[in-house]
């Protein structure tokens, strides 16, 4: 099967010598292209019993690499689980206006942290209103940057619990349906990005340093604040065992998997889209092989940059009392924490155990040959 692997392999050199890249996006084609080859070393296993010798090459680990998500995903999810209580949750989506994109991946890493900042405030805000909930709730952040068709398109999922702490540290169950009506977070959401988006110190080159001119840039404030930004909920999550599903499909996402591309062929890269537009249909989209590697690199992101984020009851501190105090009140079983090795994770995902030989199927033991796996981007 055809993988960005492969693209790279035969586009990516030509590609980096005749298109400016970040050092992001020039670390990420490079580790792609070269993730589970020799060119990152291996380690052999040998069997104990019989002798037979197994080469398995070692991963990039690079968080925008396709093939290496799974174990970070599982591990994350683990771990996840035992935050979750025993409540409905809800999922909320917030999105920009097409016409900050532009300013968007000029200034990624202000522009995401913003985006995080305004989003977050706006649930905890609403939140704690009496009017709609009147409790502090607990909530996860994830950003993603692309469209179905890999165009750039920033926005932030978010996942909250149907109910939170009030001030007598007593549980506050939400509606049914979503407790905040869309339009006023809309409202909200777009205020204080807007406000926060006027403070910031902004980098503009290329084609847009006409918005180093005080007019065009207070043009595009006020078209911002006359539309309407696109806030909506989808329908709540049955119960916790549905939340994790759902955040193992989004948290450790790339642009692009492997499985959506179909075919590599005559300069042209077809991939598999979903249409949201015309009732979720698939298409098959063909892109230019360098039109697609310009798309897959914009949604490379600045480098440490943290895309999931907890934010309330989930934050950092003191989360193990409050988590504690939530269950209890919510009636949320205790699920005892377990560290599963990559062999166990691999044994539970695929039924391979790795640890035992595939032809006598006794233990084998490992020894490393080459240099040792690279550090994580």
Same mark, same amino acid.
Not at 261 to 268: L, T
């Given at each position: 099967m055809p993988e960005i692997q492969d693209i790279f392999a035969e586009h990516g050199d030509a590609y980096h010598r005749n298109h400016p890249i970040s050092f992001a996006q020039s670390k990420a084609m490079i580790d792609i292209e070269r993730c589970r080859t020799a060119a990152l070393g291996a380690h052999v296993d040998i069997c104990d019993n019989c002798s037979n010798t197994e080469i398995s090459y070692n991963s990039c680990r690079n968080r925008h690499c396709p093939k290496c998500q799974t174990l970070p995903k599982e591990r994350w999810i683990d771990n996840r689980k035992h935050d979750l209580l025993n409540i409905g949750y809800f999922h909320v989506v917030f999105t920009v206006p097409s016409e900050l994109r532009s300013v968007f991946y000029q200034n990624q890493n202000t522009l995401y942290n913003l985006l995080f900042k305004a989003t977050a405030e706006t649930l905890q805000v609403l939140a704690s209103n009496k009017k709609y909930l009147g409790a502090k709730l607990g909530f996860t952040s994830i950003l993603h940057t692309w469209a179905q068709n890999l165009c750039y398109h920033p926005h932030i999922h978010c996942i909250v619990p149907g109910g939170g702490l009030d001030d007598l540290g007593g549980w506050k169950e939400s509606r049914k349906k979503f407790f905040i009506p869309v339009r006023v977070l809309s409202r909200l959401f777009r205020g204080k990005f807007m406000h926060y988006l006027k403070e910031a110190e902004l980098q503009f080159y290329g084609k847009l340093k006409i918005m180093k001119d005080a007019d065009t840039w207070n043009r595009l404030i006020d078209l911002c604040y006359?539309?309407? $930004?696109?806030? !909506?909920?989808?329908?709540?999550?049955?119960?916790?065992?549905?939340?994790?599903?759902y955040l193992g499909r989004?948290?450790?996402?790339?642009?692009?998997?492997?499985?959506?591309?179909?075919?590599?062929?005559?300069?042209?890269?077809?991939?598999? $889209?979903?249409? !949201?537009?015309d009732r979720n249909r698939w298409k098959t989209m063909s892109l230019p092989t360098v039109e697609f590697i310009r798309r897959f690199l914009m949604h490379i992101l600045p480098p440490r940059f943290m895309k999931i984020r907890h934010y309330g009851l989930l934050a950092n501190r003191d989360k193990s009392t409050r988590l504690e105090l939530c269950k209890r009140l919510t009636c949320t079983p205790v699920i005892l924490r377990q560290a599963f090795t990559a062999a166990e994770l691999i044994l539970r995902l695929t039924g391979l155990d790795i640890t035992k030989c595939s032809v006598c199927g006794h233990d084998k033991h490992h020894c490393y040959m080459g240099h040792a796996p690279p550090v994580p981007a």
């Open positions: 006359r539309k309407e $930004w696109v806030v !909506y909920c989808k329908p709540p999550f049955k119960d916790a065992a549905c939340v994790v599903e989004y948290t450790h996402r790339v642009a692009i998997s492997n499985n959506r591309i179909v075919n590599i062929d005559n300069g042209q890269v077809s991939f598999k $889209w979903r249409d !949201y537009d």
